[in-house]
T-cell receptor
Framework: EAQVTQNPRYLITVTGKKLTVTCSQN?????MSWYRQDPGLGLRQIYY???????DKGDVPEGYKVSRKEKRNFPLILESPSPNQTSLYFC???????????????FGPGTRLLVL | GENVEQHPSTLSVQEGDSAVIKCTYS??????FPWYKQELGKGPQLIID?????GEKKDQRIAVTLNKTAKHFSLHITETQPEDSAVYFC????????????FGKGTRLHILP
């Protein structure tokens, strides 16, 4: 079954304690993204990767890091979490075609993070 | 860059009635417009999409229309049912630059019994 998995699904942590949210996809997609969803603000892209070892900032990258060492995995790292990073996080993946193929984007189930 | 505006932010309709959600986009180069449905506790899922060379697309009770001149696109849900209650996101994709998908802020649709 084609899917994007995220772990953990729920996380409560304290300010300053480094954490990693894992993301994995089994569709051999080149393009992977992280989004955060906040009430009234919709889905905002944090970071994206167009292929292995290629990452770039999205619209709200401050306080986050990512890496793309393998095609299937795209972890999100919060080096020193703060309360304003309390949010619902989604990983997503799709084919990267430069716009020549209209391929849907698949989302993971989400990770709800609370930073105290 | 692309900007997508979505209205309304909340919509309540009686079961069986129709619901319409409207979006506008700013970049005339955008050529693909997906709509996502997000149910409680889940990630967004694609429900219908439209390409810029098509004016309308229908899939059972769901239809999407696109007006390229006005840079408007809309989602229409007919004969609404309780399972249509969810958050809906429109999006626009701009090819060839950074190939990004930009989302609207979402519409929370309530189907009233």
């Amino acid at each position: 079954e084609a899917q994007v998995t995220q772990n953990p699904r729920y996380l409560i942590t304290v300010t300053g304690k480094k954490l990693t949210v894992t993301c994995s996809q089994n569709m051999n997609h080149e393009y992977m993204s992280w989004y955060r969803q906040d009430p009234g603000l919709g889905l905002r892209q944090i970071y994206y990767s167009m292929n292995v070892e290629v990452t770039d900032k999205g619209d709200v990258p401050e306080g986050y890091k990512v890496s793309r060492k393998e095609k299937r995995n795209f972890p999100l790292i919060l080096e020193s979490p703060s309360p304003n990073q309390t949010s619902l996080y989604f990983c997503a993946s799709r084919i990267s075609s430069g716009g020549t193929i209209y391929e849907t984007q698949y989302f993971g189930p989400g990770t709800r993070l609370l930073v105290l | 860059g692309e900007n997508v505006e979505q209205h309304p932010s909340t919509l309540s309709v009686q079961e069986g009635d129709s619901a319409v959600i409207k979006c506008t986009y700013s970049d005339s180069a955008s050529n693909y417009f997906p709509w996502y449905k997000q149910e409680l506790g889940k990630g967004p899922q694609l429900i219908i999409d439209i390409r810029s060379n098509v004016g309308e697309k229908k899939d059972q009770r769901i239809a999407v229309t696109l007006n390229k001149t006005a840079k408007h696109f809309s989602l229409h849900i007919t004969e609404t049912q309780p399972e249509d209650s969810a958050v809906y996101f429109c999006a626009a994709r701009t090819p060839f630059r950074d190939d990004k998908i930009i989302f609207g802020k979402g519409t929370r649709l309530h189907i009233l019994p």
